[in-house]
C-alpha cells in the first residue's frame, strides 16, 4: 500500500476520533433538557451519560489499532503477529460496543419518561449495532486470513 494512502486513512481516523470526542463534549450542552444546566448538573449528575462516556472507550480503543494497524501496514509488517492482535482487538472492541449499546437500548426502552417516544434512540441503537456486528464479522474474516498468512509465512521462514 502506498504512504499516501495509509496517511490518508490515519487522518480520517484521526478526524473520526476528534469528531467523536467533540460531539461527546458539545452534544450534552446543546441537548433540550440541559440548555440551561450548569456544567456540574450536565456531566455529573447524569447517569446515563457517564454509561454513554464508559461505553465509548471500546471505540477509542478500536480507533487506535485500527491507527497502529495501519502503522504496521506502512512499514511493511502487514503478515505479522501485531497485526493479527490489532484485528482482534478491533474484533472484541465491536463485540463489546454492540453489546453496550444494546444494553443502552434496553435501559431507554424500560426507564424512559412516560411523555417521550424512544422509537428514534432505539432505531439509531439497532443501526449502531448493525455496523458495530459487520465490523466484528469482517475483522474476525481479516484476522483469520492474516493469521493463516503468518503461519504460512512462518513455516516458509523455517524452511530457507
Not at 456531566?43 to 497502529?68: E, R, T
Amino acid at each position: 500500500m502506498k504512504r499516501g494512502s495509509t496517511l490518508f486513512l490515519k487522518a480520517v481516523i484521526l478526524l473520526i476520533g476528534i469528531g467523536a470526542l467533540a460531539g461527546m463534549i458539545i452534544f450534552p450542552q446543546l441537548e433540550g433538557r440541559n440548555t440551561n444546566a450548569d456544567l456540574f448538573s450536565i456531566y455529573f449528575q447524569d447517569p446515563f451519560l457517564a454509561y454513554a462516556y464508559i461505553a465509548s472507550i471500546p471505540f477509542f480503543v478500536a480507533l487506535y489499532k485500527a491507527f497502529q494497524l495501519l502503522g504496521y501496514i506502512g512499514q511493511n509488517k502487514v503478515f505479522s503477529l501485531d497485526s493479527v492482535r490489532a484485528l482482534r482487538t478491533i474484533k472484541y472492541c465491536a463485540i463489546i460496543l454492540s453489546i453496550l449499546i444494546v444494553m443502552a437500548a434496553l435501559y431507554i426502552r424500560i426507564f424512559h419518561a412516560k411523555g417521550d417516544d424512544p422509537a428514534g434512540f432505539i432505531a439509531l441503537c439497532i443501526v449502531t449495532t448493525f455496523i458495530s456486528v459487520v465490523i466484528a464479522t469482517a475483522t474476525a474474516v481479516f484476522e483469520r486470513l492474516l493469521q493463516s498468512a503468518v503461519d504460512i509465512k512462518s513455516e516458509n521462514d523455517l524452511t530457507v
